[in-house]
């Protein structure tokens, strides 16, 4: 049963949550505003639509912002973690956490391994870990990089321990 309590408590939980913002106030520029505006619109309107226009928005920017970062481009050639150790990969198994794969080079040389899996488990990270720990490599996760419908997916990056 909802009591009246429960209800103010449910409110300022809510309010609490919209009345968040994250960029001080002298860098919030007209532009900024607009989108925030447009945004809290559409989360009244449809809130199943907020995250696919946040990714429609950033698609393509997050990538550009990886590779500028790791200084890296992109292979076009075959995007499994094993061409990091030199290793055959004829036949390598599908893990959640290399889904939606991309292999990127540095001076011409494999450097890292990026999945961009829709979220990880307790086992998705303890496979991630066993795995590098096999091959001599090391890996990352990060919630705000990924480029693959951003807002949705992790970035899981792995590469060499040395690198």
């Known amino acids: ?25 002298k860098h919030r520029t007209p532009a900024y505003e607009r989108a925030v505006a447009a945004l809290t619109a559409l989360r009244e309107e449809n809130p199943d639509l907020l995250t696919p226009a946040f990714a429609e928005a950033s698609t393509g920017y997050w990538e550009h912002v ?35 794969p991309s292999l990127w080079l540095k001076d011409g040389k494999p450097h890292s391994f990026v999945g961009q899996p829709y979220g990880l488990t307790f086992e998705d990270l303890q496979d991630l870990l066993r795995y ?3 091959k001599g490599l090391t890996a990352s996760v990060d919630a705000g ?12 990056e792995v590469r060499a321990q040395d690198e």
Not at 6 to 21: P, V
Not at 67 to 89: C, D, F, W, Y
């Open 132 to 134: 590098c720990q096999a």
């Open 1 to 25: 049963m909802v009591t009246a309590k429960t209800k103010r408590q449910a409110d300022r939980r809510i309010s609490n949550l919209y009345g968040r913002q994250y960029v001080d106030p």
């Open 66 to 100: 990886f590779a500028k970062r790791h200084g890296l481009k992109r292979t076009s050639g075959r995007n499994v973690p094993e061409r990091l150790t030199g290793e055959p990969a004829y036949s390598v198994p599908f893990r959640r956490w290399m889904d939606h």
């Open 145 to 156: 990089l990924s480029w693959w419908y951003p807002g949705r997916t992790v970035l899981v």
